[in-house]
Structures are given as C-alpha cells and as structure tokens.
C-alpha cells in the first residue's frame, strides 16, 4: 500500500502570507496527486490534480508541484476564505490521503 | 449542476448490517468510476472502495475488506455501500465521490455532503 506524508500537520499564518504544504509518498506515483480543502462540516473541494492542474474555478493563488515521491501545494497570498483544512491524495493505486493539514489563523 | 446525494446512514448496533445509498445527478453516471471515503469524527480522510464505471474494477480498503461491498445501478444513476459485520471504528461520516479519470488514475472531482453511520450498543 501506498502510504501518504503530510507535513505540517498544523500551521498557523496570517492573511496574505505565503503558505507551502509538503506531501511525501512512500513509493512513486509520478503526478497521480491531488489536493483537496475541506471546511468543517462541509465535503472536501477539490483545488489541484495531476499534480500541479488547477481545478476549474480555484484561485490561481493556489498552485501545486512535484513529481514522484515529493508534493507541495502553495497558497501565495493567503486569503480569509483559505483557512481551513487541506489533504493530499494519491490516485496511483486506488486512493489515499495525507493526515492533513490545518491552517489556523495566526 | 452536479451533485450527490447520500442516505442510508443511521444509529446501528456492533455486528449488524446497513446499506448506504448515493443518488446522482447532472453528469453522465454511467461514464463515471464512483468512490466511497469515510472521515471519523475529528479525524481525516479514509478511502473506503471504488467502483469503475462498469463495475468490472473494484476496489476495498484493507479495513473493509470482506465486510463491505460496492456497487452501482447505472439504470438509477446510484451508487452503494452494503455494510456488514459493522464496528465501533466503522463509526464515521460516509462521503460518495465522483471520480475524473484520465486512463486509469482517477481522481475525485465531486463530493457528496455524506451520511453518518454511527456503530454502538
């Protein structure tokens, strides 16, 4: 099984800061990788796939890169709307998800 | 608009059975792979089991597997999770996904609101 890495698992920061979340796969997934944030009580949103895609009608603040075994989404400004949590996903070989991270307010 | 609507969920005892249930609508069901993920109370995400659009490719997690079974009625544009044997640790809220698939790796593009399952004597 593949096994996801999230780190950190908590991050506090402040509006308009530059935030970057790491994602590390136990073995290679080349650019099957997504990233996903989700409110409390609300479904998980979908925001990158294949890696560094940008999901139809995500802020282009929020990028993605890596390939195979290191991952790392970035938040370029940060924005009220943006603290929440967010997960990482392989899709190489069926699903799984990194712990998650929570960006708190600083 | 898409969107996926979950039921099924509900208070049952250790050991017993119950089937969860996801309407579609707004996409082209039967062209779509279908996902069940799970989330614990205040904990992450856990994939759960995955079903190709004709239902020739299925999947379980290891926590599920022989106790839970996917399938679809591409006829009703629905999706299913029959759960049995169920646990204490089966206790969470159960999502449906929608899966984008480019060949063979797909990813969730759409997620239901979910049903919760609580497992307890």
Known sequence: DIQMTQSPSTLSASVGDRVTITCRASQSISTWL????????????????????????????????GFGTEFTLTISSLQPDDFATYYCQQYNTYWTFGQGTKVEIK | ??????????????????????????????????????????????????ISWNSGNIG????????????????????????????????????????????????????GQGTLVTVSS
């Not at chain 2, 996902?35 to 089991?49: D, H, I, T």
């Not at chain 2, 290891?62 to 759960?83: E, H, P």
Request: aromatic letters at 12%; charged letters at 20%; hydrophobic letters at 35%.
């Open chain 2, 1 to 50: 608009e898409v969107q996926l609507v979950e039921s099924g969920g509900g208070l049952v005892q250790p050991g017993r059975s119950l089937r969860l249930s996801c309407a579609a609508s707004g996409f082209t069901f039967d062209d779509s792979a279908m996902y069940w993920v799970r989330q614990a109370p205040g904990k992450g995400l856990e994939w759960v089991s995955g």
């Open chain 2, 60 to 111: 379980y997690a290891d926590s599920v597997k022989g106790r839970f079974t996917i399938s679809r009625d591409n006829a009703k544009n629905s999706l299913y999770l029959q759960m049995s044997s169920l646990r204490a640790e089966d206790t969470a809220l159960y999502h449906c996904a929608k899966g984008h698939c480019s060949s063979t790796s797909c990813h969730g593009d759409f997620w």
């Open chain 1, 34 to 65: 997504a990233w996903y944030q989700q409110k409390p009580g609300k479904a998980p949103k979908l925001l990158i796939f294949k890696a560094s895609s940008l999901e139809s009608g995500v802020p282009s603040r929020f990028s993605g890169s």
